[in-house]
T-cell receptor, first 112, second 113 residues
Framework: GENVEQHPSTLSVQEGDSAVIKCTYS??????FPWYKQELGKRPQLIID?????GEKKDQRIAVTLNKTAKHFSLHITETQPEDSAVYFC???????????FGTGTQLKVEL | NAGVTQTPKFQVLKTGQSMTLQCAQD?????MYWYRQDPGMGLRLIYY???????DKGEVPNGYNVSRLNKREFSLRLESAAPSQTSVYFC????????????FGDGTRLSIL
């Protein structure tokens, strides 16, 4: 089955700096890669996703890049703000399937 | 439009007790999922239902059973609770297409003493 590895497990940045979280996946048939943000005590919420027919997608301060050859994808947050502090999860889903496999999460802390 | 609703929000059980976690969605989604979330382990799939009338095991199904009661509702049952099942449980749903996002409920925090 699919295996998704996520790094780092914790990340601390200064407000205004950029943050990068990386994930690798094992199943070459995977074609959908969402990112979820989970604030303390809350539900995971989708912040951005990318499908395998594109290499990069941006939404304001958030971007995701995908390298299908290397089987890795990354989340980039620019101009970080305190409200970006949360746990971020990457996930992958294979073509024709209906299950998501999640990474183990990254605790992002944005310090003032 | 409530999305995905889970009940109860909190529960404390004694070892050996049974209980059912309830989940309902109002988005007319075909697929529904149960996850457990433990510190440092991410979200692990317990069971899922790709469509009404079908259920399948996920990564960590032991000790659990599920019922897809109808298209809206998907319940998770612990027949004989164990301390190792102390966790936060999330229900999610999607329209079943492999490239569509899952929508999560608010979770059930379950403690087993």
């Amino acid at each position: 089955g699919e295996n998704v590895e996520q790094h780092p497990s914790t990340l601390s940045v200064q407000e205004g700096d950029s943050a990068v979280i990386k994930c690798t996946y094992s199943d070459s048939a995977s074609n959908y890669f969402p990112w979820y943000k989970q604030e303390l005590g809350k539900r995971p919420q989708l912040i951005i996703d990318i499908r395998s027919n594109v290499g990069e997608k941006k939404d304001q301060r958030i971007a995701v890049t995908l390298n299908k050859t290397a089987k890795h994808f990354s989340l980039h947050i620019t101009e970080t703000q305190p409200e970006d502090s949360a746990v971020y999860f990457c996930a992958a889903s294979r073509r024709g399937g209906n299950k998501l496999t999640f990474g183990t999460g990254t605790q992002l802390k944005v310090e003032l | 439009n409530a999305g995905v609703t889970q009940t109860p929000k909190f529960q404390v059980l004694k070892t050996g007790q049974s209980m059912t976690l309830q989940c309902a969605q109002d988005m007319n989604h075909n697929s529904m999922y149960w996850y457990r979330q433990d510190p440092g382990m991410g979200l692990r799939l317990i069971y899922y239902s790709a469509s009404e009338g079908t259920t399948d095991k996920g990564e960590v199904p032991n000790g659990y059973n599920v019922s897809r009661l109808n298209k809206r509702e998907f319940s998770l049952r612990l027949e004989s609770a164990a301390p190792s099942q102390t966790s936060v449980y999330f229900c999610a749903s999607t329209n079943g297409d492999s490239v569509q996002p899952q929508h999560f409920g608010d979770g059930t925090r379950l403690s087993i003493l």
